[in-house]
């Protein structure tokens, strides 16, 4: 299993074994690089502990226990855990300021538990099968175990085609789990009984607000300022990702203050004015004197898709997976961990939909006339031309929000997908969704930004960033994430975040005197890719080939003749359906990759 994960951790590895129990780690080196082999046992052998990922405040917590009479042989980081789990038990998770994955045997009680991390950033998958628990941080360590692949679940690929990942703790595979975040897996090996416990939540958004804002303003510069400050421990190069927006601006602002050195920066570009950001990311990076590096992906970097399909070991349609990849490619040449801005505009109501979908708010007659639009849109065909403008014209905001996220909406979604697997799915992702927003307490703003926090937040954005990363055993850490900084976020009102004409209007006035004015006021530019001109010009053959394929035909998961009005329409340039073509080829790679290979021994761990 360990050796399926060396990318993960290229440096060391090590396993542990104490049965009912076995633990096993590949460690990417960062912290006490000479002495910080895992696994680590203590007190005689009682607490044995693994992980993937950081706890930034080890030091603190480090000095804390070492008072209250505990003996430490490392510097590490992991240490810490294994001490702060025998002096608090779960309740030690809450104190962890950082990124985890973590598995612990409790020798004495004879008891594991798993652990992950507030936000979700580091991921921790388990299946019961047979009498045992099998647990890791990625899902083909756990087929590799089993030797094969379990069935696809349908609730999960209703996930994948109508948002383009799959959400929520079920993972791809049927019986397979995610460890929620914020949560511990506890299970005890004597009656194989077990217990989920949250030590975390994601607050709720204030009803008013607790401080005077220019006080919010000053505690916020702090907290993120201790943020980066503690995320700076390393005994290895670290530096930035660096898009021309805010968040990574703020985060680099930050480096330059608590780091002695210039820092280095890496940026991706297409070579496309409509998506690069390079100009905007060298003149950031400029204005702090790091030390900047870039690279232009072109069209033929697309083909990196069987790749990632590999790395992304769960289908993944965000299609930004590319340059996030080919920026830990360039960052892997020169650093070992790198800080970015990731988790900002969920924070702090960032993302254009959110005020777009306030514009929608509307009245009594309004809604009753976008029914009316929606009930005639039901009896347009599904791949006439205006039937999707129609569609969204009858959808109220957190409707407009939800499909706004969508790859597949679901009148394409059921026309597309294959019946049996709509009739084994037990709801349709995109109205559960919008009722989950519609029945959310607090604001309109606040019950999208919740959503995101919760769905779009730990399934797309940190899956894609941890496996891009990880890949290259590259380490990426997000300061805007911690949860202090999340938890004083969320005690501002939303009105103090953004309204139907502005967005990240606190975050702005926190950052204003750390950015040069022009990063300010640049416009909000995602980090997407020129998807459809890359198919419509010179990736469209390729994709054929690979929908059309017997194998992919077979899988039936999806209408083959649909599939092919998809093709024929974005061709001919009638529709745009990049990001769904890009959603099959991805799926389509993900089963080659994951489930028709025949699983064979792997070289055990040295």
């Not at 503690?230 to 968040?247: E, K, N, T, W, Y």
């Not at 959110?354 to 029914?371: E, F, K, M, N, Q």
């Not at 690979?546 to 899988?555: F, G, V, Y």
Request: net charge neutral.
């Amino acid at each position: 299993m360990i050796a399926t994960l060396r990318h993960r951790g290229p440096d060391d590895c090590g396993t542990f074994v104490d049965p009912p129990a076995a633990l096993a780690a590949a460690r990417l080196s960062i912290i006490d690089v000479a002495g910080g082999h895992q696994p680590i046992s203590i007190d005689g052998g009682a607490i044995t502990v693994v992980q993937n990922g950081e706890i930034y405040n080890y030091v603190e917590l480090r000095d804390e226990l070492r008072r209250a009479g505990r003996r430490f042989t490392t510097a590490c980081d992991t240490e810490v855990i294994a001490h702060l789990y025998a002096a608090e038990g779960i309740d030690g998770f809450s104190r962890m300021r950082g990124m985890f994955a973590i598995a612990i045997w409790d020798a004495p009680r004879r008891r594991l538990v798993l652990a992950r991390d507030r936000a979700g950033k580091k991921p921790l998958y388990y299946l019961r099968q047979n009498g045992e628990l099998i647990f890791a941080s990625e899902t083909k360590a756990i087929l590799d175990a089993i030797g094969g692949s379990p069935a696809v679940s349908a609730d999960a690929l209703l996930s994948f085609f109508t948002f383009g990942y799959v959400a929520g703790e079920t993972a791809v595979f049927e019986g397979m789990r995610r460890v929620p975040p914020g949560s511990a897996l506890v299970v005890d090996a004597a009656d194989a009984a077990s217990r989920l416990e949250a030590f975390w939540q994601w607050p709720q958004a204030a009803e008013c607000d607790a401080l005077p804002e220019s006080e919010a303003i000053e505690q916020l510069r702090a907290e993120l300022s201790e943020a980066v400050r503690i995320r700076l421990r390393s005994d290895v190069p670290l530096g930035a990702f660096l898009s021309g927006g805010v968040d990574s601006a703020a985060v680099l602002a930050l480096m330059a203050k608590h780091s002695p050195r210039p820092v280095q920066t890496f940026t991706i570009g297409f070579g496309d004015p409509a998506y690069d950001e390079l100009d905007d990311a060298r003149a950031t990076a400029a204005a702090f004197r790091a030390d900047h590096h870039e690279q232009v992906v072109t069209p033929d970097c697309i083909r990196v898709a069987e790749t990632l399909a590999v790395h992304y070991d769960e289908p993944f349609a965000d299609a930004s997976a590319i340059p996030t990849f080919h920026v830990a490619a360039l960052a892997r040449k020169h650093v070992t961990v790198c800080l970015t801005g990731d988790g900002g505009d969920e924070l702090f109501a960032g993302y254009t939909p959110y005020a777009d979908a306030l514009a929608r708010i509307g009245s009594a007659p309004v809604d009753a006339l976008r029914s009316a639009i929606g009930a005639g849109a039901r009896f347009v065909s599904t791949h006439a031309r205006g039937k999707g403008r129609l569609s969204t014209l009858a959808l109220g905001p957190e409707a407009w929000f939800v499909w706004r996220r969508t790859v597949f909406p679901e009148y394409l979604l059921e026309t597309v997908v294959d019946p049996d697997v709509l009739r084994a799915a037990a709801a349709r992702p995109e109205r559960c969704a919008v009722a989950a927003i519609r029945a959310a307490r607090g604001t309109l703003l606040s019950r999208l930004q919740r959503w995101d926090q919760q769905h779009y937040l730990p399934d797309d954005i940190l899956v894609k960033v941890d496996r891009a990363t990880m890949a290259h055993s590259l380490e990426a850490r997000c300061p805007l994430l911690d949860h202090k900084v999340i938890e004083l976020a969320a005690r501002q009102t939303s009105a103090r975040h953004g309204d139907a004409t502005t967005t990240k209007r606190l975050f702005r006035e926190v950052i204003r005197p750390w950015v040069p004015p022009a990063v300010l006021e640049r416009p909000k530019r995602g980090f997407g890719v020129p998807l459809r001109r890359w198919f419509h010009e010179q990736m469209i053959g390729w994709a054929r080939d690979i929908l059309s394929d017997p194998r992919t035909r077979q899988r039936g998961w999806t209408r083959p003749s649909q599939v092919a009005v998809l093709l024929r329409q974005h061709e001919s340039g009638a529709r745009d359906h990049a990001k769904r073509i890009w959603a099959l080829v991805c799926l389509e790679l993900w089963a080659r990759a994951h489930i028709d290979p025949v699983r064979t021994p792997v070289q055990r761990c040295a």
